[in-house]
C-alpha cells in the first residue's frame, strides 16, 4: 500500500525552487532582491539541517548562485514559479518501500488569471526523473499545500480547494477522498470548510490548509487561533476548533500574531506554515510580538529539534509561506 510519511518522519533531502518570475519576482529592482533574499533565507537555513536541492529555471543559474549557500545543489528545470510544495511532487513509498512521485494535476491554483503554469505542470515528472523514481499520475487537481497527513491514515483537507469548481467541478467529495487515500495511504478524510480570509483575494489558493492546521507527532492537531474579533479569521479559527471537537482530536492553539493588517488589508499571517526538518524546524517570522510565543509553543510540539525564524513577511506579501515553497523528500529507511 502506498503511504506518504508525515512531514517529522526523517528526510532524505529538501526541494525548493529559485523564483525567475512574475508576480513572486516582481517588476522592479527591489522586489527582485526582496523575493530572491526570502527563498534563499529558506533554503540556507534549511541546508544547515539537511541537504537541499534548489530547482533553477535554465538562465537563471548564476543569480541563485550568488544568494544560495555554497553546500546547496541546483538542478535546471523549466518553471514558472516557485511555489514547489503545490507544483512539485507529493513524495510517498510503495508496497515494497520504494520511493515514488504523486504526480497532481497542477493548474495554476485553479486555473487563475495571473498564473502561468504550462512547466510548472511538468515539474512532478521531472523531479522524479531526476530522482530515479516512478511516478503514481492522478486526475484531480491538486496541491501539496492543498492537504496535509500523519502518516498514520488522518488527512487534512479543505472543501474550496479539492471540491472548488475551479479545481474540480465534477468531483464528489467520496470521489476525492478515494483518490487522495489511494495514492497517499489515508484512511480518515477530515474536512475544513474554508481557509483564512485573505486566501480568498487575488494572490490565494483558496483556502490551503497549511497555514490553517496541522498534525503534530504526539496525535494533536495545531491550528491558526485568531484571538482578535476585528479579524475575519477570528470566525474561520473558531469553525476549524469546532470541525477537531466534534471529531475527537486534541488541539494545540498557536496564537495568530497580533499584526492585523498590511498595506493590502487583513494578513493571513501563520505559525502554523512552518516546515520540519530532521532535527528542526523553520519557524515563520513577522517581527510580531507573538513570535517568541509561537517559538515557544512549536518547541513543545516538536521536542528535540531547534526551532529556527525565518522572517516570511516577503513570502506572505506574494500569497504563500516557509511551507509554501518547501517539500521534503523522505529517507529510504
Not at 517588476?27 to 527563498?39: D, V
Request: aromatic fraction near 10%; charge should be negative.
Amino acid at each position: 500500500m502506498t503511504r506518504m510519511p508525515a512531514e517529522w518522519e526523517k528526510h532524505e533531502r529538501t526541494w525548493l525552487a529559485f523564483p525567475t518570475s512574475g508576480y513572486t519576482l516582481g517588476e522592479t529592482e527591489r522586489e527582485h532582491e526582496a523575493a530572491r533574499k526570502a527563498w534563499a533565507s529558506v533554503a540556507n537555513a534549511a541546508s544547515e539541517f539537511e541537504p537541499v536541492t534548489v530547482v533553477v529555471n535554465p538562465g537563471d543559474e548564476k543569480i541563485a548562485k550568488q544568494y544560495l549557500s555554497s553546500q546547496i545543489e541546483t538542478v535546471d528545470i523549466p518553471i514558472n514559479d516557485a511555489w514547489i510544495r503545490d507544483s512539485g511532487p507529493s513524495f510517498t513509498f510503495g508496497d515494497k518501500g520504494d520511493l515514488q512521485a504523486t504526480n497532481w494535476v497542477f493548474n495554476g491554483w485553479g486555473a487563475q488569471s495571473w498564473a502561468s503554469y504550462e512547466k510548472d505542470a511538468n515539474l512532478a515528472k521531472e523531479v522524479a526523473l531526476l530522482c530515479g523514481i516512478g511516478t503514481n499520475d492522478s486526475n484531480l487537481v491538486n496541491e501539496g499545500g492543498g492537504f496535509y497527513v500523519d502518516g498514520k491514515g488522518n488527512l487534512l483537507l479543505t472543501a474550496t480547494v479539492q471540491l472548488g469548481k475551479e479545481r474540480n467541478p465534477n468531483w464528489t467529495k467520496e470521489q476525492v477522498e478515494l483518490e487522495m487515500h489511494k495514492l497517499l495511504g489515508t484512511s480518515n478524510a477530515i474536512w475544513l470548510e474554508r481557509g483564512l480570509t485573505r486566501d480568498y483575494e487575488e494572490f490565494g489558493t483558496k483556502g490551503h490548509v497549511d497555514i490553517v492546521a496541522c498534525f503534530t507527532p504526539d496525535g494533536r492537531v495545531m491550528y491558526h487561533d485568531q484571538k482578535n474579533p476585528n479579524h475575519p479569521d477570528y470566525l474561520v479559527s473558531a469553525e476549524v476548533r469546532e470541525v477537531f471537537i466534534r471529531a475527537g482530536i486534541e488541539t494545540l492553539a498557536i496564537p495568530a500574531p497580533e499584526t492585523l493588517k498590511d498595506g493590502e488589508g487583513f494578513v493571513d499571517y501563520s505559525y502554523i506554515n512552518h516546515y520540519v526538518l530532521n532535527h528542526g524546524v523553520l519557524l515563520c517570522s513577522f517581527d510580531d510580538p507573538r513570535d517568541k510565543e509561537a517559538k515557544a509553543l512549536l518547541r513543545e510540539a516538536y521536542p528535540g529539534r531547534e526551532i529556527f525564524l525565518v522572517d516570511a513577511k516577503e513570502l506572505f506579501a506574494r500569497g504563500g509561506g516557509i511551507h509554501c515553497i518547501t517539500q521534503q523528500q523522505p529517507a529510504i529507511l
